[in-house]
T-cell receptor
Framework: GNSVTQMEGPVTLSEEAFLTINCTYT??????LFWYVQYPGEGLQLLLK?????DKGSNKGFEATYRKETTSFHLEKGSVQVSDSAVYFC???????FGAGTTVTVRA | KAGVTQTPRYLIKTRGQQVTLSCSPI?????VSWYQQTPGQGLQFLFE???????NKGNFPGRFSGRQFSNSRSEMNVSTLELGDSALYLC?????????????FGSGTRLTVV
Protein backbone atom coordinates (compact mmCIF):
# COMPACT_ATOMS: atom_id res chain seq x y z
CA GLY A 1 0.00 0.00 0.00
CA ASN A 2 0.94 3.66 0.09
CA SER A 3 3.48 4.53 2.76
CA VAL A 4 6.41 6.71 3.70
CA THR A 5 9.53 5.49 5.43
CA GLN A 6 12.01 7.88 6.92
CA MET A 7 15.25 7.54 8.78
CA GLU A 8 14.82 6.91 12.45
CA GLY A 9 16.29 9.30 14.94
CA PRO A 10 17.20 10.84 17.10
CA VAL A 11 19.96 12.65 15.29
CA THR A 12 22.39 14.82 17.24
CA LEU A 13 24.74 17.17 15.42
CA SER A 14 27.11 20.01 16.13
CA GLU A 15 26.47 23.45 14.68
CA GLU A 16 27.62 23.82 11.07
CA ALA A 17 27.51 20.07 10.48
CA PHE A 18 25.86 18.54 7.40
CA LEU A 19 22.41 17.05 7.88
CA THR A 20 20.76 14.33 5.81
CA ILE A 21 17.45 12.68 6.63
CA ASN A 22 16.50 9.84 4.33
CA CYS A 23 12.94 9.40 3.10
CA THR A 24 11.52 6.83 0.69
CA TYR A 25 7.95 6.26 -0.37
CA THR A 26 5.76 3.57 -1.81
CA UNK A 27 2.86 4.80 -3.89
CA UNK A 28 0.96 4.22 -7.05
CA UNK A 29 1.47 7.02 -9.51
CA UNK A 30 3.55 10.09 -8.79
CA UNK A 31 2.52 11.81 -5.60
CA UNK A 32 3.53 15.26 -4.44
CA LEU A 33 6.17 15.06 -1.71
CA PHE A 34 6.64 17.27 1.33
CA TRP A 35 8.88 17.89 4.27
CA TYR A 36 7.25 19.33 7.37
CA VAL A 37 8.98 20.59 10.50
CA GLN A 38 7.62 20.70 14.04
CA TYR A 39 9.37 22.95 16.52
CA PRO A 40 8.90 22.23 20.24
CA GLY A 41 5.38 23.02 21.42
CA GLU A 42 4.13 23.97 17.97
CA GLY A 43 2.13 22.48 15.12
CA LEU A 44 3.65 21.36 11.84
CA GLN A 45 4.95 23.81 9.26
CA LEU A 46 5.52 23.09 5.61
CA LEU A 47 9.26 23.27 5.01
CA LEU A 48 9.42 22.44 1.32
CA LYS A 49 7.69 20.46 -1.39
CA UNK A 50 8.11 18.94 -4.83
CA UNK A 51 5.29 18.01 -7.15
CA UNK A 52 7.01 16.06 -9.92
CA UNK A 53 10.09 13.99 -10.66
CA UNK A 54 13.43 15.85 -10.56
CA ASP A 55 11.85 18.86 -8.85
CA LYS A 56 14.00 20.33 -6.10
CA GLY A 57 12.27 21.91 -3.14
CA SER A 58 14.25 24.36 -1.03
CA ASN A 59 13.67 26.64 1.94
CA LYS A 60 15.72 28.03 4.85
CA GLY A 61 18.86 26.32 3.52
CA PHE A 62 17.16 22.91 3.32
CA GLU A 63 16.86 21.05 0.03
CA ALA A 64 15.24 17.85 -1.20
CA THR A 65 15.05 16.41 -4.71
CA TYR A 66 12.21 14.20 -5.95
CA ARG A 67 13.91 11.06 -7.26
CA LYS A 68 11.47 8.89 -9.14
CA GLU A 69 13.98 6.16 -9.93
CA THR A 70 14.79 5.59 -6.26
CA THR A 71 11.37 6.73 -4.92
CA SER A 72 13.21 9.00 -2.50
CA PHE A 73 13.02 12.56 -1.21
CA HIS A 74 15.98 12.96 1.13
CA LEU A 75 16.29 16.18 3.12
CA GLU A 76 19.67 17.92 3.30
CA LYS A 77 21.19 21.03 4.84
CA GLY A 78 24.80 21.95 4.47
CA SER A 79 25.34 23.80 7.76
CA VAL A 80 22.83 23.38 10.57
CA GLN A 81 22.15 25.84 13.37
CA VAL A 82 20.85 25.36 16.89
CA SER A 83 17.55 26.82 15.71
CA ASP A 84 17.12 23.85 13.33
CA SER A 85 16.49 21.58 16.31
CA ALA A 86 13.04 20.12 15.64
CA VAL A 87 11.17 17.05 14.46
CA TYR A 88 11.15 16.60 10.68
CA PHE A 89 8.43 14.68 8.87
CA CYS A 90 8.46 13.41 5.31
CA UNK A 91 5.00 13.17 3.75
CA UNK A 92 3.17 12.61 0.51
CA UNK A 93 -0.27 13.59 -0.56
CA UNK A 94 -2.13 10.30 -0.25
CA UNK A 95 -4.20 11.19 2.82
CA UNK A 96 -1.11 13.29 3.57
CA UNK A 97 0.70 10.20 4.83
CA PHE A 98 3.53 10.99 7.18
CA GLY A 99 6.72 9.24 8.05
CA ALA A 100 7.42 8.54 11.71
CA GLY A 101 9.38 11.76 12.15
CA THR A 102 13.07 12.31 12.87
CA THR A 103 14.09 14.30 15.93
CA VAL A 104 17.10 16.48 15.21
CA THR A 105 19.09 18.17 17.97
CA VAL A 106 21.82 20.63 17.08
CA ARG A 107 24.34 21.47 19.78
CA ALA A 108 26.31 24.71 19.92
CA LYS B 1 -3.74 36.54 7.07
CA ALA B 2 -4.94 34.48 10.01
CA GLY B 3 -3.64 30.92 10.26
CA VAL B 4 -5.47 27.76 11.17
CA THR B 5 -7.12 28.18 14.56
CA GLN B 6 -7.82 25.25 16.83
CA THR B 7 -9.80 25.48 20.03
CA PRO B 8 -9.40 24.74 22.80
CA ARG B 9 -5.61 24.44 23.14
CA TYR B 10 -5.80 22.13 26.14
CA LEU B 11 -8.51 19.83 27.40
CA ILE B 12 -8.80 17.36 30.24
CA LYS B 13 -11.63 14.84 30.15
CA THR B 14 -12.64 11.76 32.07
CA ARG B 15 -12.93 8.28 30.59
CA GLY B 16 -16.34 7.69 29.10
CA GLN B 17 -17.02 11.35 28.37
CA GLN B 18 -17.23 12.82 24.90
CA VAL B 19 -15.35 15.79 23.49
CA THR B 20 -15.67 18.18 20.56
CA LEU B 21 -12.69 19.95 19.04
CA SER B 22 -12.92 22.86 16.65
CA CYS B 23 -10.84 23.95 13.69
CA SER B 24 -11.15 27.17 11.69
CA PRO B 25 -9.19 26.96 8.43
CA ILE B 26 -7.46 29.74 6.60
CA UNK B 27 -9.92 31.88 4.69
CA UNK B 28 -10.48 30.41 1.24
CA UNK B 29 -9.32 26.93 2.21
CA UNK B 30 -11.99 24.31 1.62
CA UNK B 31 -10.17 21.18 2.72
CA VAL B 32 -9.72 20.35 6.39
CA SER B 33 -7.89 17.27 7.63
CA TRP B 34 -7.51 15.93 11.15
CA TYR B 35 -4.58 14.02 12.64
CA GLN B 36 -3.80 12.36 15.93
CA GLN B 37 -0.23 12.67 17.17
CA THR B 38 1.09 10.44 19.95
CA PRO B 39 4.66 9.56 20.93
CA GLY B 40 4.11 5.90 20.17
CA GLN B 41 2.12 6.06 16.91
CA GLY B 42 3.39 9.29 15.41
CA LEU B 43 1.02 11.22 13.14
CA GLN B 44 -2.03 9.30 12.09
CA PHE B 45 -4.63 10.51 9.63
CA LEU B 46 -8.18 10.64 10.96
CA PHE B 47 -10.25 12.12 8.13
CA GLU B 48 -10.47 14.86 5.55
CA UNK B 49 -13.41 17.07 4.71
CA UNK B 50 -13.88 19.05 1.56
CA UNK B 51 -16.89 21.26 0.92
CA UNK B 52 -18.81 19.71 3.82
CA UNK B 53 -18.22 16.13 2.59
CA UNK B 54 -15.91 13.55 4.11
CA UNK B 55 -13.48 12.76 1.32
CA ASN B 56 -11.01 10.42 3.02
CA LYS B 57 -11.00 8.46 6.23
CA GLY B 58 -8.25 6.81 8.25
CA ASN B 59 -8.38 3.64 10.30
CA PHE B 60 -9.98 4.87 13.49
CA PRO B 61 -13.04 3.43 15.27
CA GLY B 62 -16.47 4.92 14.83
CA ARG B 63 -16.10 6.80 18.13
CA PHE B 64 -14.16 9.35 16.10
CA SER B 65 -16.34 11.47 13.87
CA GLY B 66 -16.25 14.84 12.26
CA ARG B 67 -18.13 17.32 10.20
CA GLN B 68 -17.56 20.46 8.20
CA PHE B 69 -19.80 23.47 8.00
CA SER B 70 -20.61 25.68 5.03
CA ASN B 71 -18.00 28.22 6.15
CA SER B 72 -15.38 25.39 6.05
CA ARG B 73 -14.97 25.31 9.82
CA SER B 74 -14.71 21.76 11.05
CA GLU B 75 -15.38 19.94 14.26
CA MET B 76 -14.12 16.59 15.45
CA ASN B 77 -15.97 14.57 18.05
CA VAL B 78 -14.73 11.66 20.12
CA SER B 79 -17.32 9.74 22.12
CA THR B 80 -16.79 7.35 25.03
CA LEU B 81 -13.26 8.55 25.64
CA GLU B 82 -10.53 6.05 26.47
CA LEU B 83 -7.18 6.68 28.13
CA GLY B 84 -5.48 5.87 24.82
CA ASP B 85 -7.21 8.82 23.17
CA SER B 86 -4.86 11.16 25.02
CA ALA B 87 -2.96 12.89 22.23
CA LEU B 88 -2.28 16.07 20.36
CA TYR B 89 -4.99 16.52 17.73
CA LEU B 90 -3.89 18.54 14.75
CA CYS B 91 -5.99 20.12 12.07
CA UNK B 92 -4.65 21.13 8.67
CA UNK B 93 -6.26 23.14 5.91
CA UNK B 94 -5.55 23.55 2.23
CA UNK B 95 -7.22 25.09 -0.78
CA UNK B 96 -8.23 21.86 -2.45
CA UNK B 97 -6.32 18.95 -1.00
CA UNK B 98 -2.81 20.14 -0.39
CA UNK B 99 -1.08 18.52 -3.34
CA UNK B 100 -0.30 21.84 -4.98
CA UNK B 101 0.11 24.19 -2.07
CA UNK B 102 0.76 21.97 0.90
CA UNK B 103 -1.17 21.94 4.11
CA UNK B 104 -1.17 24.57 6.85
CA PHE B 105 -1.43 23.19 10.34
CA GLY B 106 -2.91 24.62 13.48
CA SER B 107 -1.10 24.46 16.82
CA GLY B 108 -3.26 21.58 17.94
CA THR B 109 -5.49 20.64 20.84
CA ARG B 110 -3.81 18.69 23.60
CA LEU B 111 -6.37 16.22 24.96
CA THR B 112 -5.69 14.40 28.19
CA VAL B 113 -8.06 11.62 29.27
CA VAL B 114 -7.92 10.68 32.94
Amino acid sequence: GNSVTQMEGPVTLSEEAFLTINCTYTATGYPSLFWYVQYPGEGLQLLLKATKADDKGSNKGFEATYRKETTSFHLEKGSVQVSDSAVYFCAFDYKLSFGAGTTVTVRA
Amino acid sequence: KAGVTQTPRYLIKTRGQQVTLSCSPISGHRSVSWYQQTPGQGLQFLFEYFSETQRNKGNFPGRFSGRQFSNSRSEMNVSTLELGDSALYLCASSRRGGEDYGYTFGSGTRLTVV
